[in-house]
């Protein structure tokens, strides 16, 4: 069990930091929207949200959120084609240097599909949650909102 979690996480560490590294970066991305703004006032960086964000709500009480992209989004992480995937509607609590009770954010490594149900920002790394396990990454990685690709579908 303990080899097998320790192939998980290190899948994981190397599936988050290719999610952040795009080879054709655009070179007319589109301006950050309020939720990645808002991203910035909580100490994370803009690139956990894709660019597609088309609206969101935050209440500044309790924290909670939801991000509506307008679409599902699926994301191909090389070299190994990883699958990430953006739900239509993302959803959690979120204060300062955390993020609790995600939903909507889903990753493919062993042939199975993993939520990543929290983050944390720590000095300039960040700190993903998937489960028990946990996989921390230099939060540079994530300066850029990734694009969606293909055709965005409902789900």
């Known amino acids: 069990m303990g080899k097998s979690l320790f192939l998980f996480s290190l899948h994981f560490i190397l599936l988050i930091s290719l999610s952040s ?3 054709n970066p655009n070179p007319n991305p589109k301006p950050p929207t309020e939720a990645h ?3 910035t006032n909580y100490g994370f960086p803009i690139g956990l949200l894709p660019s597609s964000v088309s609206g969101y709500s935050l209440n ?3 924290g909670s959120f939801s991000v509506d992209l307008g679409g599902a989004c699926r994301i191909t992480l090389p070299p190994d084609n990883y699958l990430a995937t953006y739900s239509k509607k993302i959803t959690g609590k979120i204060v300062k240097g ?3 009770e995600l939903e909507g954010i889903r990753v493919r490594a ?3 599909w993993w939520s990543i149900t929290g983050i944390k920002s720590s ?3 960040l700190v993903f949650e998937v489960g ?3 996989a ?3 939060s540079k990685n994530f300066d850029t909102s990734p694009d969606c690709e293909g055709k965005r579908s409902a789900s």
Request: glycine fraction near 4%; proline fraction near 8%.
């Open 110 to 112: 062993f042939f199975k």
């Open 60 to 62: 500044q009480t309790s």
């Open 136 to 138: 921390k990454y230099p």
């Open 132 to 134: 028990m396990v946990s």
């Open 37 to 39: 703004t808002e991203l």
């Open 21 to 23: 590294q795009d080879p």
């Open 98 to 100: 955390r993020i609790v």
């Open 123 to 125: 000095g300039d790394n």
